[in-house]
């Protein structure tokens, strides 16, 4: 079975620094894309940026380039998403998603880790 | 930038009946759209990849249609739990980015 299991809850102060992990099992791990998904408090869904774990390859949406960094540990199946100095804005739930098509053109999301929420509040 | 448009933002049917979706892009996607369910407090699920591929275990009640610009997802025969929020999303123009529509929210008539 496919399962991506994020790391819990955060609660952070603006300015500080979080890096949050989504470990893959169930298949194999370094040959399909993993994405990053935002969804602000009731609001939709935003694509952050994928990586192919087997070469670390990454791609950032353009409004996410800069602003967060994508990683992947292939040793131990588990993707990350950093901040390195957080603001309010950045509270949100954020998904990781294992991609559906392994060319990393053809970015959709076939299984979904059962998200992290990030709060930033002073 | 290829804008996804949904509608309508909320819906409203009875269980029994059937629900149809619609999903609008601001240029061609060509068949690369994708449809997903989300429940309150739950993770997006994928039902729909390449405008009319059920994803793996989607029940045969949900389809989806379309091409180009225009993309229907169709519920037959409205079941209790297939009441939450819908998104489409275009994969077609990665990159920059794909981009998904703002929502439509079925809900018991």
């Known amino acids: 079975e496919v399962q991506l299991v994020q790391s819990g809850a955060e609660v952070k102060k603006p300015g500080e620094s979080l890096k949050i992990s989504c470990k893959g099992s169930?298949?194999?791990?370094?040959?399909?894309?993993i994405g990053w998904v935002r969804q602000m408090p009731g609001k939709g869904l935003e694509w952050m940026g994928i990586?192919?774990?087997?070469?670390?390859?990454?791609r950032y949406s353009p409004s996410f380039q800069g602003q967060v960094t994508i990683s992947a540990d292939k040793s131990i199946s588990t993707a990350y998403l950093q901040w390195s100095s957080l603001k309010a804005s950045d509270t949100a739930m954020y998904y990781c998603?294992?991609?559906?098509?392994?060319?990393?053109?053809?970015?959709?999301?076939?299984?979904w880790g059962q998200g992290t929420l990030v709060t930033v509040s002073s | 930038e290829i804008v996804m448009t949904q509608s309508p933002a909320t819906l409203s049917v009875s269980p029994g009946e059937r629900a149809t979706l619609s999903c609008r892009a601001s240029?061609?996607?060509?068949?690369?759209l994708a449809w997903y369910q989300q429940k309150p407090g739950q993770a997006p699920r994928l039902l729909i990849y390449?405008?009319?591929t059920r994803a793996t275990g989607i029940p045969a009640r949900f389809s989806g249609s379309g091409s180009g610009t225009e993309f229907t997802l169709t519920i037959s025969s409205l079941q209790s739990e297939d009441f939450a929020v819908y998104y489409c999303?275009?994969?077609?123009?990665?990159?920059?980015?794909?981009?998904f529509g703002q929502g439509t929210k079925l809900e018991i008539k």
């Open positions: 998603v294992r991609l559906g098509d392994s060319s990393g053109y053809l970015v959709f999301g076939d299984y």
């Open positions: 169930g298949y194999s791990f370094t040959s399909y894309w």
């Open positions: 990586i192919y774990p087997g070469d670390s390859d990454t």
């Open positions: 240029q061609s996607v060509s068949s690369n």
């Open positions: 390449g405008a009319s």
């Open positions: 999303q275009q994969y077609n123009n990665w990159p920059p980015a794909p981009f």
